[in-house]
């Protein structure tokens, strides 16, 4: 197995300086540097995780806490936990992904034996019972979700309310005058998960002031029940002409829903979901979409976070809070309604 002397032989360096070109915590002359790390990847050296952690107080590995719960669509998690590790990796960080059912706990342990450098949170609820865990201790973290109270942390979200309102008014300047809603189920809600109704209430309030009759309901995240809880909707409110989503697990049943029932769109229904372009391409999925750019979303959190963690001035600057603007991709599902009612 290569070691360390082995780098410093093939660089023709002490094994002193071929640690401190490595760590960077001596100053090292360029050409010095380019050789160890030549000679590293020459070699394949790859550092002792746990000797680098000792001699740096680093130990390149950011804690990613998310949970893929029952009640919410998991191929939809899995974007944005791809869009953390993709990124870390890319600035030489390796993550832990910590899925225990008791976060708190879970996240008390890593930060507190230094098994991480820095947090990502998932799963992000309103009142989040990890926060005050994270304030009192030294490790900087990075939420992807708004909670109430953002005190001493980076967020970063999509801007859900903007979201909703862009939504009822794609369809309204098409001329549409009655529109669902169909939402995650009401208990992620109940569970802290404030996204659900931050577009929900902002989309009401907008079809309310463009005078819009407009359904907002609550559908399951499972097959084969939002299948038939989508179809039973259609039933129930025949003269709607438009459809929004903000359920993934509806989204994916919605093609065979509208094949069952010789429905196309947009000549017989106008749809637009909130969902990722990876998602939709995983899905083979027609429908216009506001993209939630979960790899976005990952790019940015991981980059605010290793900031702080590499940069100490960096580490002492104001917390920040930032939404990424709901933008529509256009495939062609919506259209000014055309037809009869829905049957």
């Known amino acids: 197995m290569v070691n360390i ?4 032989r093939a660089a023709g360096v002490s094994r002193s300086t071929a640690s401190y070109a490595l760590s960077g915590k001596r100053a090292i002359s360029e050409e010095v540097r380019q050789r160890v790390e030549d000679a590293v990847r020459d070699l ?4 002792n995780a746990g ?24 191929p939809a998690m899995l974007q944005y936990i791809m869009g953390v590790s993709n990124t870390a990796r890319e600035l030489g960080y390796d993550t832990l992904l910590v899925s225990d059912e008791d976060h708190e706990r879970a996240l008390t342990r890593i930060t507190r034996s230094r098994m991480v450098d820095g947090v990502v949170l998932l799963n992000v609820a309103e009142n989040d019972d990890r926060l005050p865990i994270l304030r009192a201790g030294t490790h900087p973290a990075v939420l992807v979700g708004v909670p109430a109270d953002c005190t001493g942390v980076d967020v970063f979200d999509l ?15 098409l001329g549409h005058r009655e529109i669902i809603l169909i939402s ?3 208990h992620v809600v109940e569970r802290g998960g404030a996204y659900v109704w931050r577009l929900r209430n902002a989309a009401v309030e907008h079809a309310r002031l463009r005078g819009i009759t407009f359904h907002a309901v609550s559908g399951p995240a499972r097959q084969p029940e939002i299948g038939r809880e989508v179809a039973a909707l259609l039933d129930a409110h025949p003269d709607a002409t438009g459809l929004l989503l903000n359920n993934e697990a509806a989204v994916a049943a919605l093609p ?10 947009p000549a017989n229904l106008s749809v637009l979901g909130r969902y990722s372009d990876e998602f939709a391409r995983t899905f083979s999925l027609p429908f216009s979409f506001v993209e939630s750019a979960p790899d976005r979303l990952g790019r940015m959190a991981v980059r605010q976070l290793v900031r702080r963690i590499e940069n100490p001035s960096a580490a002492q600057e104001p917390h920040v809070i930032r939404f990424i603007s709901p933008e529509i991709v256009d495939r062609g599902s919506t259209a000014a309604p055309h037809r009869g009612p829905v049957r």
């Not at 002397?5 to 410093?8: C, E, M, Q, S, T």
């Not at 394949?44 to 550092?47: F, H, I, L, N, S």
Request: avoid cysteine; glycine fraction near 8%.
């Open 5 to 8: 002397g082995d780098v410093a």
């Open 44 to 47: 394949g050296y790859t550092p």
């Open 51 to 74: 000797a680098r952690a000792l001699a740096t107080s680093q130990t390149r590995v950011i804690g990613l806490l998310a949970q893929f719960l029952p009640d919410e669509f998991a």
């Open 159 to 173: 801007d859900f309310e903007e979201a909703g309102r862009l939504m009822v008014d794609h369809l309204h300047r």
């Open 184 to 186: 995650p189920p009401e």
């Open 256 to 265: 065979t829903v509208l094949h069952e029932r010789g429905l196309r769109s």
